[in-house]
């Protein structure tokens, strides 16, 4: 297998071998509170976020990331943000970057606790604490894992005959309960629902890397549901790697190890990016009689962003005269999750998901 990876047909993989696991200070199915701790140096040719999600019982969704930099240019020094994007019914999206100087951020290696500037992100893989506060609106977000934190094999994904470069991974709560206090404009709300959180760190711009994704995550009736599929960069071969976890209640059901086929549905182009989205996306893993169906029924797009307007000066111009044109775009609507036995189908749920589109490369 060692010989396999290091020939022109496959040029990006799973980290997944017991010397992958060693090199990397790692345990199969052991997971330690500082894999979610400070994993770069911050230096330029390091990028690393922490991400949380929720949906909340009043049909509102939001997301917040604490970054040391921005990931498409992990070449810059550390220049930390926090960005916050929330979706309420019957509202404007609010959208907003926070940027501080590189002398108020800091991060615990041992744990998750990062600070930037006042806005915190604190947690010990199961019980987290997110606070952010921006003029008049502040964020207080708790939540508390039910599903145990997991990683596909060691969660880095390695590109180049050499393993010369990778994008890491890791779901630190697969999926939870949130509790949230909301100020705007002086009220305060307190909502409910499920959240999710996890980190990511790199050694090269993604975009260099990785052609496109598409990556959600859902809970549909017991079952909670991570699926990606990360398509390479044509450089890499177009490695396509999919990524699946489904768990009932605090047991893994399927994971990255099963098989995984996944088809893109009524697939348009987008009028905004130029991008072909796909109304509906299905995941398949079968395991003997048994066969998971998890489906992604697109009902809003809540974001939609040319990547270029978040670089400036003249890496704006260099990557306008490379035709650079990634766009992010964000998706809610509804997460399906249907069992078949023996080809009877034995269960069937359906509960609101969100899910993304990350498009760094050039439509095929």
């Excluded at 240019?73 to 404007?92: H, I, T, W």
């Excluded at 995941?283 to 992604?296: A, H, K, Q, T």
Aim: proline share 5%; hydrophobic share 35%; net charge negative.
């Amino acid at each position: 297998m060692e010989e396999s990876r290091h020939n022109d047909t496959l040029l990006c993989h799973m980290a997944d071998t017991p010397e992958d696991y060693r090199r990397l200070g790692l345990h199969p199915g052991s997971i330690g509170a500082w894999e979610d701790g400070l994993r770069t140096d911050t230096a330029p040719g390091s990028y690393e976020w922490w991400y949380f999600d929720a949906h909340l019982d009043d049909g509102s969704s939001f997301v917040i990331v604490f970054y040391t930099k921005n990931p498409l240019s992990p070449d810059r020094p550390l220049e930390p943000f926090v960005s916050v994007n929330l979706d309420r019914p019957g509202a404007e999206t609010v959208t907003f970057e926070s940027h501080s100087p590189a002398e108020q951020f800091s991060a615990s290696i041992g744990s998750c606790d990062v600070c930037i500037a006042g806005d915190t992100f604190c947690g010990d893989l199961h019980t987290y604490e997110i606070h952010v506060a921006h003029d008049d609106f502040v964020i207080d977000a708790e939540l508390t894992g039910h599903v145990a934190p997991w990683r596909p094999a060691t969660g880095h994904l390695l590109f180049g005959r050499d393993d010369e470069h990778f994008f890491a991974w890791i779901p630190s709560v697969p999926q939870g309960t949130v509790s949230v206090v909301l100020t705007t404009d002086g009220s305060t709300e307190h909502l409910t629902g499920v959240g999710y959180h996890d980190h990511n760190w790199g050694d090269v711009a993604m975009h260099k890397l990785i052609n496109h994704w598409y990556w959600g995550r859902a809970q549909a009736g017991p079952y909670s549901i991570i699926a990606s599929y990360i398509t390479a960069e044509h450089k890499y071969g177009a490695a396509e790697v999919p990524i699946f976890l489904l768990a009932k209640g605090n047991s893994i059901v399927a994971d990255a190890t099963a098989e995984v086929r996944f088809t893109v549905q009524d697939e348009h182009v987008d009028n905004q990016s130029g991008k072909p989205v796909g109304d509906t996306l299905v995941y398949e893993c079968e395991s003997g009689d048994d066969l998971y169906r998890v489906s992604f029924h697109r009902e809003r797009t809540i974001v939609d962003r040319q990547l270029l307007d978040k670089i400036s000066g003249l890496k704006h111009l260099l990557a306008r005269l490379a035709h650079f044109d990634g766009s992010y775009l964000r998706f809610t609507g509804n997460a399906r999750l249907e069992h078949f036995v023996a080809g009877k189908k034995v269960e069937d749920f359906c509960d609101p998901g969100i899910w993304e589109l990350m498009y760094f490369g050039h439509t095929r």
